[in-house]
């Protein structure tokens, strides 16, 4: 069993429709797939993508509204809310600082839903995605479940915030390995930790492979594939 908890649809150079990528990411034993639409050239195309996703997720993908917190007025986010299973944040490629202080009301809004937040997080120069300075959000909203992308760069300041709260996790996408998974596992225990892929900005297969070859217990390969994806998402419908 596994659930991608890190998918994209309408990247520039993949054209493929939600069809297309359940076939592609499928062969790979993957059951169920979060998915938000990747940076598009206009905020209203962003949020078409959005509802597009959410129009023809079916019964395999898991669809996340992705949005600029600047743009988005309180009534229709908590409109929107009511339809998606969680949120995407993408600080720079809707360049924003998720730690504005004028956002706090939108973070308020999602705190009421009990949905995940997926951030990007990652070492870019840029203090909006830098995953010492955004774990911050997981003290200011303890409340939301935050996954922190890219595996918040395997920063260890990171990490060694992440141990004292609960409400903080990382994917697995791009930044890990096994040898990076075993160790964080070892750290902050699997029940942290979630399987995400990037698709299509990374090779699911490879992505996998990261954690199968991990020298972690069965359990804890569980956890990272599907189990603590399901609690999350379980969380959020409650």
């Known amino acids: 069993m596994v659930i991608d908890f890190h998918t994209h649809s309408g990247a520039s150079f993949d054209k493929s429709s939600l069809k297309e990528i359940r076939e592609k990411i499928g062969r790979n034993g993957v059951k169920k797939a979060v998915i938000f639409p990747s940076t598009q050239e ?6 078409q993508k959005n509802l597009e996703n959410l129009e023809n ?6 669809p996340f ?39 706090a009301r939108i973070f308020e809004v999602i705190e009421k839903t009990s949905k995940p937040v ?9 203090q909006n995605t830098d995953p010492d300075r955004i774990i911050e959000l997981a003290n200011l909203y303890p409340k939301i479940n935050f996954v922190f992308a890219h595996f918040a760069n395997d920063s260890d300041a990171f990490f060694s915030r992440l141990r004292k709260l609960e409400n903080a996790y990382v994917d697995t996408s791009i930044v890990s390995s096994p040898f990076i998974i075993e160790r964080r596992v070892r750290e902050i225990t699997s029940k942290r930790i979630i399987f995400g892929s990037d698709h299509p900005f990374s090779d699911q297969e490879i992505e ?3 954690v199968k070859k991990a020298n972690i217990s069965k ?3 569980e956890d990272i594939l599907y189990k603590n994806a399901e609690k999350l998402i379980k969380s959020s419908l409650l």
């Open 42 to 47: 206009s905020y209203q195309k962003l949020m």
């Open 57 to 62: 997720s079916g019964d395999f993908f898991i």
């Open 65 to 103: 509204l992705r949005f600029d917190p600047r743009r988005i007025g309180y009534e229709e986010l908590e409109s929107l809310q009511k339809r998606f299973y969680g949120f995407k944040l993408h600080p720079r490629g809707e360049n924003f600082d998720p730690l504005d202080k004028s956002l």
């Open 118 to 126: 997926i951030i990007h997080s990652r070492k870019e120069n840029n």
């Open 208 to 210: 996998l492979l990261k």
């Open 219 to 221: 359990e804890e390969k």
